[in-house]
């Protein structure tokens, strides 16, 4: 299971981004390290060929491809040091497999700073800096808090150069992928889920049948055989063939049996690069 870290200073709205994604309430007072244990939460890949492949197949159940997200307390400069509750959060850094950086770009005179301004380009230098210094270097996604609850810190209108309110050089500055959501709302957060498995590269194929429809993950890349160790390690080790079919595919043609008829399902072997969206049957 793809395993990410939401981590940040605190009081950016890691918890109320990691609430607004899992649905499960966990503390997001008003100070740090409200979250000292990290709170764990597992949330399904939005996709809704799922739902189409069901009643197409009659499904009993349908099962999506998940992410689960760490929910990180706020680390602090000096944290690779042991300051404030360091070395505990950067140990839970290490165990996942990508981070999202949560900067905060809202002004709230309620809410307090830990280094009493708003600078998100100064936030971002501190968390990357603490990490390096611990030596964690796994792919990272800025996850911009705009919160629309309170005026942006670069402005409520945008103007021209101007993107949500902020300068068009201030994100020319961010050093990799980003997104600009607002976790109250709830603007943006499909699209985080596929950018955490897009900053990974995975992809997702499936398999659909009367029993179950259901997404699987994968490397972008994968060959067939490497493809089925995500359904069981047999589908790898005694994989003899798969019958492939795209998605769109087998929808058009009605069901299964229907896409066969037609010689629209492929047979393919240990050599075939799965693609997002393959409907595939392996055979061992």
């Known amino acids: 299971m ?4 939401i981590v940040g200073l605190p ?14 309430g966990v503390p997001a007072e008003n100070y740090p390290f409200c979250t000292i244990d990290p ?3 597992i949330v399904p890949v939005p996709d809704d060929r799922l739902e189409k492949l069901t009643t197409m197949s009659k499904s009993k159940k349908v099962i999506p491809a998940v992410v689960e ?8 400069k000096g944290a690779s040091e042991g300051a404030g509750l360091g070395n505990k959060f950067l140990s839970h850094i290490r165990e996942v497999d990508a981070i999202i950086e949560v900067v905060r770009i809202f002004e709230d005179a309620n809410t307090i700073h830990v280094h009493d301004k708003v600078d998100p380009l100064f936030d971002i230098e501190v968390i990357n800096f603490e990490l390096e210094q611990a030596g964690i270097k796994k792919p990272t996604l800025y996850v911009l808090n705009k919160s629309e609850v309170y005026p942006l810190a670069y402005g409520t209108s945008p103007s021209q150069g101007e993107i949500d309110g902020m300068p068009g050089d201030f994100l020319s500055k961010i050093p990799g992928p980003y997104l600009i959501v607002d976790p109250v709302f709830g603007t943006g957060l499909d699209k985080l889920v596929q950018a955490s498995y897009d900053l990974l590269n995975l992809i997702t194929f499936l398999t659909t049948g009367e029993d179950e429809t259901r997404a699987w993950t994968t ?6 055989p490497e493809a089925g160790r995500s359904i069981h390690n047999d589908f790898k080790e005694k994989f003899i063939r798969a019958e492939v079919i795209a998605y769109d595919k087998l929808l058009e043609a009605g069901s299964y049996a229907k896409a066969k008829e037609k010689g629209l399902v492929r047979t393919e072997g240990k050599e075939y690069i799965v693609k997002d969206g393959d409907v595939i049957e392996f055979l061992i």
Request: no cysteine; hydrophobic share 50%.
């Open 2 to 5: 793809l395993k990410i870290g």
């Open 11 to 24: 009081n950016v709205g890691k918890s109320t981004l990691f609430n607004a994604l899992t649905k499960k």
């Open 39 to 41: 709170s764990v939460g």
């Open 69 to 76: 997200f760490v929910d990180i307390a706020g680390l602090v």
């Open 219 to 224: 490397f972008r890349g994968a060959t067939a």
